[in-house]
Nanobody, 116 residues
Framework: QVQLAESGGGLVQAGGSLRLSCAASGSIFSYNTMGWYRQVPGKQRELVATMTSVGSTNYADSVKGRHIISRDNAKKNTVYLQMNSLRPEDTGVYYC?????????WGQGTQVTVSS
């Protein structure tokens, strides 16, 4: 059983920064994709950024140039999201996700609130 432990959410003023962390424990196929998704009430969960275990990244257009996703090679299956120049529209619940062959796991989510 795979578990995802997220941390780093909170309340920040517009223009500020936050760093989200997610550590996956359990057995995961070595080639996998970890990433972050955001959900706001009444809307579908949407991709923010993902990174494969070999370093390929994918960002939502709205966060390109502001947010940076990274993985810790020393701590396998740990992913970070450095969020800079935060805007009120970045507010939402951020979920960590890890996908591999025949597996797909989600974290519990962490709230990010950006005040104007």
């Amino acid at each position: 059983q795979v578990q995802l432990a997220e941390s780093g959410g909170g309340l920040v003023q517009a223009g500020g920064s936050l760093r989200l962390s997610c550590a996956a424990s359990g057995s995961i196929f070595s080639y996998n994709t970890m990433g972050w998704y955001r959900q706001v009430p009444g809307k579908q969960r949407e991709l923010v950024a993902t990174m494969t275990s070999v370093g390929s990244t994918n960002y939502a257009d709205s966060v390109k140039g502001r947010h940076i996703i990274s993985r810790d090679n020393a701590k396998k299956n740990t992913v970070y999201l450095q969020m800079n120049s935060l805007r009120p529209e970045d507010t939402g619940v951020y979920y960590c996700r890890v996908r591999a062959t025949r597996s797909d796991y989600w974290g519990q989510g962490t709230q990010v609130t950006v005040s104007s």
